[in-house]
């Protein structure tokens, strides 16, 4: 990502005087037809999977259940199965260009609304692992790099611990220690903000683990640059040089990082939400998958993709505040 | 710089601690219950019931029109009594004239109609409309409290379709107006002694009191209202986390204790726990007879004699699970015990069979092989349906196979697509199910009869036919039995074509001031909040 964005840059609007786009107009185009392209990708590949997965729809809407050409012809008319793969495919697109999800094979309603409902618990979740994770990793890197070995090694088993255990142990471990031993936090209730706090944890840890190694490498690697010594030669606490310069040439590397850790939080929020009893998107989409409830794992994979195109948008404007170099190209 | 360094474990600490200051949902009120279930309904409508893991929420919400009493025999309820004609063809139901639906509409036999014209409603249960009012004709109004049922054929599972889920009785205001009737929700209401006023997807249901509710089935414990003022359950599929929320005092009652727990929960002098055998059938292996090997049945026996199933069940199971005998489950009235200690176990029958049926070579690895070829059959199991560890005993059925018989016993967990795909192209052997259906004839209906729905025995035999077919039409019970003990003994004894495995059964672990839990009779799976109460 990092490389790719300088050169992303110059092409469009050199030739022609007339045809030139001014450059704080032409980003945002191109960046926006990049993105349609990329739903539009992400939508005929779940598309095309789901298509080729093992399995006939009318097989799974039958179910386990009487099986009588009645049925199936019930079936089929209900939800237009009889007309060919690519009349389907087409009106699946012309649906979404209206904004019509599709109805849930398993569920009996509009995947909007479905989803609508989901969203708000798992963006919370997300939003409040990855604020876990980067206070976390920032704190411990800031205090512990350059610093004497000891506490350094304790950290780094700590991250590594964070990083390698399976999230769902983290969740069960937490919550034995702080729900039901302690009583500190209850399982479940998502309105409530204390039955916040495990599942960010649970899910926001090992984001703090990768984090916080990255950061505390790229602080002592800043550290030992020629302008860390002119700072500090300057007579600037160790504290300052830390913050005022060395962090920002140390968050690169970790904004970069940023778009993985989109994909663990959306991933480990099927695995946190089911644990604790959360709504959510990621329970959603695992009841789908298994159903093979074509509609909503296709939203669902939409969704997706759109939460990456917005990311990777903002992270392209991170970049520019963080480094000035950026700015002036 | 170092004291501050130094306190910041303790700040995150005091600020963790700070944030948690909960009070246990015990504390909120003597009459709220808040109940952990594993599973989270697909639907709240009772037409599109089809889960036994969510019978237990039904019959709060709604009623039906005949109940079954402790001993499985039918109890009056919304219908106050029945008549069935000479001929089987005829159900006259006399209703209860006292019955109001949530929203105020009254509860009559028009109402009673509409619900059966619904069912019937093409692409509304084409599941039910086919197989549980197969026989159905027509339902005509006589008076406001009194309804005839037409059938085109005699039935013997009407009246266990008339207590069951799929017959609870919707509002016909719900019916025309609800905005997602299949869905079902706080806008589909019913006659019952709870209203659901709040559904969180993935989290929680939440119901509270019907104070007008006095129509409970004949042979409840009170009548009036529910005791409860409401009652919620949270949705945790985890099992341990269950646990965990009700040795914590979160939730005062869970369902679905793994056998791994329960030791821990019995041990609790804080905690009751309860258990009950499910009704329909027995979990078990049905072998594929319409390929190599289990075409012989002399492999099948093999089979079933080559694992010491009450050895496999015990290390499983640690004791909690009760060894089946035959298909059809142990709780049920067609159940027959000359079944029992008949078969299985013996390693050395197990080889002399496999020997006679021409599996007489061993390649490298101990597998038996006739032809050059490997004695191997796989199992093809959708995880959706994998529950109970089922996994794990497949595993040591697996280890036992290899290591007294030589046979190659491959297990697959797949998704329900998949699944479906080696079904249709027959590329299995074995092909595991348990099925909760309260009578166990309506589940055997459709595993054993030729074109079955899951008939994946591929077994046909004109004999078994006609008595499932006699077996259904007949409301004589002792007739049914004497038809049912036959199917049992040719499917099991005679031609060995089914593994009947363990009774699957539910459990309850609750807080000891929470009383009146139990299980429906005929069910085996948890029964409503109706009769439950906090004691001070």
Known sequence: ??????????????????????????????????????????????????????????????????????????????????????????????????????????????????????????????????????????????????????????????????????????????LFVFSFSLGWFPVSGAADPQALVLPALALGLPVAGVLGQVLREGLERALEQPFAVTARSRGLSERAVVARHALRHALLPAVTLAG?????????????????????????????????????????????????????????????????????? | MKAIRGALPFILVAALAACGSQTPAAQTGGTALTWAVETEPITFNPHQWGQNKARLLVFNQFDALVARGEDGSFVPWLARSWKVSDDGRTYTLELRDDVTFQDGTKFDAAAVKANFDKLREPGYNPTVAAIQLHAFDKAEVVSPTTLKITLKEPDGLFLDFLSSPLAGQVSPKSLKEAEDLKAGGPDVVGTGPFVLDRYVRGQEVHYTRNPRYNWPPQGSAHQGPAYLSEVTYRFLPQAAVRIGALTSGQVQVVEGVPATDIQTVKSDPSLSFQSALNSGTAFSYYFNTSHPPFDDRRVRQAFREA?????????????????????????????????????????????????????????????????????????????????????????????????????????????????????????????????????????????????????????????????????????DTAERKALYAKVQHKVVADEAIVFPIYVPSDQIAASRNVQGLGFDPVSGTPRGVYDVRIAA
Do not use: C
């Not at chain 1, 009893?277 to 409830?293: E, F, I, N, S, Y």
């Not at chain 2, 709780?331 to 021409?358: C, I, Q, R, V």
């Not at chain 2, 390649?363 to 560890?389: C, I």
């Open chain 1, 1 to 174: 990502m990092t490389a790719a964005l300088p050169a992303r840059r110059p092409p469009a609007g050199r030739g022609l005087a007339g045809l030139r786009v001014p450059a704080w107009l032409g980003t945002p185009v191109r960046r926006l037809v990049t993105a349609v392209a990329v739903l539009w990708a992400a939508a005929t590949t779940a598309y095309a999977a789901l298509l080729l997965a093992p399995g006939d729809t009318v097989d799974i809407l039958v179910g386990d259940g009487a099986d009588t050409p009645e049925i199936r012809a019930q079936i089929v008319a209900e939800w237009g199965l009889d007309r060919p793969e690519a009349v389907r495919y087409l009106s699946y697109l012309g649906r979404l260009l209206h904004g019509d999800l599709g109805r849930s094979y398993q569920l009996q309603r509009d995947v909007g609304e479905i989803l609508a409902g989901q969203v708000g618990p798992t963006v919370r979740l997300t939003l409040a692992a990855a604020a876990v994770g980067v206070v976390l990793a920032v704190a411990v890197a800031v205090a512990t790099a350059g610093r004497s070995v000891w506490p350094r090694r304790i950290v780094s088993a700590a991250e590594l611990v964070a990083v390698s255990v399976p999230q769902f142990v983290i969740g069960i471990v937490l």
């Open chain 1, 260 to 329: 993985w850790f989109t994909g663990v939080l959306l991933g480990g929020a099927v695995i946190t939400e089911a644990l604790f009893g959360r709504p959510g998107l990621g329970r959603v989409t695992m009841q789908a998958v298994t159903g093979k409830d074509m509609p909503v794992v296709m939203a669902v994979v939409i969704l997706s993709a759109a939460v990456y195109v917005t990311i990777s948008a903002l992270l392209d404007l991170a970049y520019r505040l963080i480094d000035p170099r950026l700015r002036s190209a």
């Open chain 2, 307 to 475: 694992v010491d199933l009450d050895t496999v069940l015990a290390s499983v199971y640690q004791g909690t699970a009760k060894r089946a005998w035959s298909v059809v489950a142990d709780t049920s009235p067609f159940y027959d015990p000359s079944l029992e200690k008949t078969y299985g176990g013996d390693a050395a029958k197990a080889n002399a069979l496999l020997d006679a049926a021409g599996w007489t070579q061993r390649d490298a690895e101990g597998y038996r092989t006739k032809d050059g070829k490997r004695l191997t059959v796989r199992s093809v199991a959708a995880a959706p349906y994998v529950r109970d560890r089922r996994d794990i005993l497949a595993q040591a059925i697996q280890a036992r196979l290899k290591q007294t018989a030589g046979i190659d016993f491959q297990v697959r967990i797949v998704d329900q697509g998949t699944a479906q795909k080696a079904y249709e192209d027959d590329a299995f052997e074995v092909f595991e199910n348990s099925r909760g259906d309260s009578d166990a004839g309506a589940a055997l209906n459709l595993i054993l009869p030729k074109g079955g729905a899951i008939n994946r025995t591929h077994f046909a035999d004109a004999a078994l036919d006609t008595w499932l077919a006699g077996a259904t039409a007949s409301s």
